[in-house]
């Protein structure tokens, strides 16, 4: 079957989402809404490729965006700031052709190395990172079936939670989540995304993001951002303090997003992405959860080797540090120009 290669345009985001919730190898992180987030969010330049049959159905799609930084290096990804991406195809040669574009556009483009965070594994020959895993899990349609197979060390911190007065609400703006997640992540000395960046995602993706927020004597504890595509719920980012700790607040608020969403008939929980040997790769093997390795592959073009741009390089341990002590104003007002450049 003969393919020709094409850029999405405004006219093409209906039967592009199409063929992403129709297409197996297809994650929300293909959907086309990405292509205003990271364009509109970010300022970096995208190109949505597809590979579309004489009929005029496409077959394959690849979005991909460039990050070009003076302090992490020139990239061409699919897709940066998401844990999934890659190629999504129905069949091997249709792939084939939107692979082979994407990789004479990074030569063209002169970048550093391309990327593809694939699920499943695909270019064996390129370089790769096995520093990730994600971790998705069944839901079963009764919600205790669901508490019931948490590990009775996690499960009882879930009760603790119930029985200390816990509730939870769905948010109809991003403020509450973005005070509890811009602290989490602060104390944990990473920069913050913009509060733009979660109103437009809330935007762009309607009733498919939402927001969780749980609270205690009126005042919120933790928050956690959701998104939802086909059958599965995805809690990507979330965030909660001290008070949450006290409270099991965390364990309560995941939960929570559990239970609502096997009630609006989710069949898969994706715990999303973890680096092996942290915190949060540890928390969610003890909800029960088995890691699955993440296939991140790098094709080299004009550089020699891979940056290693991850907070657990220890050249990076002296800035997160000092990140922690500034002034939480103050790291939210520069956070959002440092995050863009990592993707």
Request: positive net charge; aromatic residues 12%.
């Amino acid at each position: 079957m003969h393919y020709t290669v094409g850029l999405m345009g405004s006219q093409d985001r209906a039967r592009w989402d199409d063929f992403v919730l129709r297409c197996p190898d297809a994650t929300f992180f293909h959907r086309a809404g990405w292509q205003q987030v990271i364009e509109e969010s970010f300022a970096h330049p995208t190109w949505f490729m597809y590979a579309q049959s004489v009929q005029g159905e496409i077959h394959a799609v690849l979005p991909l965006a460039q990050i070009k930084s003076r302090l992490f290096g020139n990239t061409l990804c699919s897709l940066p700031f998401c844990v999934y991406g890659g190629i999504a195809a129905i069949n091997a040669h249709a792939a084939a052709v939107v692979d082979e574009a994407a990789q004479k556009l990074a030569a063209r483009l002169r970048v550093d190395h391309l990327e593809y965070r694939h699920r499943q594994p695909h270019h064996a020959h390129w370089l790769h990172k096995a520093i990730y895993a994600t971790f998705r899990k069944p839901l079963h349609a009764d919600p205790e079936q669901n508490m019931l197979a948490i590990p009775r060390k996690q499960r009882a911190m879930v009760r603790k939670g119930i029985a200390g007065g816990l509730e939870s609400t769905q948010d109809t703006d991003t403020r509450r989540f973005f005070d509890c997640y811009a602290r989490s992540v602060h104390r944990l000395g990473s920069p913050v995304f913009s509060r733009r960046y979660f109103e437009l995602l809330r935007q762009v993706f309607a009733d498919d993001c939402e927001v969780l927020s749980v609270q205690h004597g009126g005042q919120a504890v933790c928050s956690v951002l959701s998104f939802r595509f086909r059958d599965e719920i995805l809690p990507y980012y979330g965030g909660g303090g001290e008070l949450a700790r006290m409270l099991a607040g965390n364990d309560f608020m995941y939960w929570e997003v559990m239970r609502r969403a096997c009630a609006a008939g989710c069949a898969v929980f994706d715990f999303g992405r973890s680096k092996c040997g942290t915190g949060a790769f540890a928390f969610k093997k003890n909800w029960g959860f088995e890691p699955q390795a993440l296939h991140y592959d790098y094709q080299l073009h004009r550089g020699k080797q891979l940056n290693d741009v991850q907070p657990l390089n220890p050249r990076y341990q002296m800035l997160i540090k000092g990140w922690r002590l500034l002034p939480l104003p103050l790291a939210n007002l520069i956070g959002p120009h440092i995050v863009r450049q990592l993707g």
